[in-house]
């Protein structure tokens, strides 16, 4: 069950426009779980109830449309991240189902459970960026994540690199366009800023209040880091695809700042940074 067979498998179950366009598998750990669930109905905690022995897990990503994201910040962009959260919903309650009907255990989890990005990062499916996002080599910080938790015997994947820490660390496009300032301009640490952070990991880490005031004062989401991310690139042509390749291998390299200025550059005249849609 590695990632051609996931594919397949949603292909079949979903179809075309819904199917995942990346997975991984890795190992169950309980340092990205959610201790309680809150009930709106008795106010009160509760277990999430995931049964023990549930060693496996699957992790699913879908891509969020590029020319809807590149009007952060607006309810447009909102429909490619409800859009996102539907596949990711169909697909993963698809492939429990055909889990459950092998025999097996799996329970479907989208935002709930447990933590989304510590298990794509564990599954080989992109590293962590300064704006507290996954970033895939392919489709940057454009994802949605999901996840289903079997016991169906797997064999795991490996977390990858391709520099995005080192050029995080020079970079500071996101949170020099974050405006409420939400995101960090300095080094990870293991401070916790807000009752929002998770404890002993060393990371960049997003002020969670700032950023949701900031939504909730402009009456829509937010997704400006992802906008301007280096790394949110439209890749539909084989030019494209080859120039993010060698960017992508120059961004990994002692030539990282040189990358960042490729960047800078191209964005100036529109070839790589997003610009809103106008009203004509």
């Not at 990858?160 to 020099?176: K, M």
């Not at 301007?228 to 990282?256: D, G």
Request: with cysteine; hydrophobic share 35%.
């Amino acid at each position: 069950f590695k990632q051609k067979t996931a594919y397949e498998l949603s292909l079949g179950l979903v179809g075309s426009e819904m199917c995942i366009r990346d997975s991984g598998i890795t190992a169950y750990d309980p340092r990205w779980h959610y201790t309680k669930n809150f009930s709106p109905n008795t106010l009160a905690e509760k277990d999430y109830g995931i049964p023990e022995g549930l060693s496996n897990v699957i992790v699913v990503l879908t891509e969020m449309n590029y020319e809807a994201i590149r009007s952060y910040p607006s309810a447009t962009a909102g429909v490619a991240v409800g859009n996102g959260y539907s596949n990711d919903c169909a697909m993963t309650l698809a492939i429990a189902t055909f889990i459950q009907n092998m025999g097996y255990r799996a329970i479907a989890s989208v935002n709930d459970t447990s933590q989304a990005i510590p298990y794509a990062i564990q599954a080989g499916l992109g590293e962590y960026g300064r704006h507290g996002l996954l970033i895939h080599p392919e489709f940057g910080p454009r994802t949605r994540i999901g996840r289903i938790h079997t016991d169906l015997p797997l064999a795991h994947d490996k977390p990858i690199n391709f520099g995005v820490r080192e050029f995080c660390g020079i970079c500071r496009r996101c949170s020099g366009s974050c405006p409420p300032g939400a995101i960090p301009d300095d080094l990870p640490q293991t401070e916790l800023i807000t009752q929002s952070n998770i404890k002993g990991v060393r990371k960049w880490t997003v002020h969670a209040e700032k950023c949701f005031n900031f939504w909730t004062n402009q009456g829509t989401e937010c997704g400006i880091c992802i906008r301007v991310c280096p790394y949110n690139k439209r890749l539909t042509s084989t030019l494209s695809r080859l120039y993010f390749k060698c960017w992508k291998w120059l961004a990994a390299t002692s030539l990282r700042k040189l990358a960042l200025w490729l960047d800078i550059r191209l964005s100036l005249i529109h070839i790589s940074e997003p610009t809103r849609p106008r009203l004509i």
